[in-house]
């Protein structure tokens, strides 16, 4: 009989929990939604990342053309030589290019040169990582002399190179690469010219062991280096033009949108 009434006596001592206490007891056990997603391992990038680009829209202020990749790429200074200026025209579809010096004409003694330069920073120094180059160029084969050096980071002399460029010959685009203690050049060429007055969107790719050139989404050519190929200098970027040497292969078309990836 004690026995039944102590049980009884227990049994009085359990009270059922109300509703909202079993809410709040089986949430106490589980993150709420919030802390679960700021826990979560912010996304990595699976692919190359736009780290400079200049599309020329908003013309120069003060000469010097901001970057708008949203990733903190260097601004464009211009430079100019013997009078040489910059022009930025609006394009038929929206926006605007810039405009280079004109060919000088064959004995002048004084030649128009300009260009635009960015100083030198990580992100175009990609050492051995996949690496993209790109620019749209609207040219004449009458406008190449040389070679038009579109754009270029580094010379043979200053320990590696990646640049853009268009033979004379053939007006074929060309992409250059010299890595980092190696005298040899490597050089992918379209298969097509590009000196035709038509914008040309032209690209060229590092990656592993291959060098390749596209023009208007195309692949057209490519070229093998070694993947232990490393390109890395001090020197600034430079469109348009190397320098204002009296040899310098100028570049005295329109361009557009200038931009680099890195993967």
Request: proline share 7%.
């Amino acid at each position: 009989m004690k026995i039944a009434i102590a049980v009884a006596a227990l049994a009085g001592l359990i009270v059922p929990m109300s509703t909202a206490q079993a809410a709040s007891a089986a949430l106490s056990d589980t993150p709420p939604a919030a802390a679960q997603a700021a826990a979560a391992p912010a996304a990595v990038p699976t692919g190359p990342v736009l780290v400079a680009r200049w599309d020329f829209n908003a013309g120069a202020v003060g000469g010097r053309v901001t970057d708008t990749s949203g990733h903190g790429g260097p601004t464009l200074s211009a430079r100019g030589a013997d009078q040489g200026v910059l022009r930025y025209e609006g394009a038929p579809t929206g926006g605007q290019y810039v405009a280079f010096p004109d060919l000088c004409l064959p004995g002048a003694t004084s030649c128009p040169r300009a260009l635009l330069e960015a100083p030198n920073v990580a992100a175009l120094n990609p050492g051995t990582r996949l690496f993209r180059w790109s620019a749209s160029v609207h040219v004449l084969k009458t406008q190449v002399r040389g070679s038009a050096n579109i754009m270029q980071k580094g010379t043979s002399a200053t320990g590696s190179q990646w640049k853009m460029q268009i033979g004379q010959k053939m007006g074929r685009a060309q992409c250059v690469v010299i890595g980092v203690g190696s005298p040899a050049v490597y050089i992918a060429h379209s298969s097509a010219p590009v000196t035709d007055g038509v914008w040309h969107k032209i690209s060229c790719l590092r990656s592993g062991t291959s060098l390749s050139i596209s023009v208007d989404g195309v692949q057209q050519g490519s070229a093998t280096i070694p993947a232990t190929l490393s390109l890395s200098n001090t020197m600034p970027l430079r469109i348009g033009g190397p320098n204002f040497n009296a040899s310098s292969d100028m570049y005295h078309g329109l361009l557009d949108d200038v931009y680099a990836e890195l993967g």
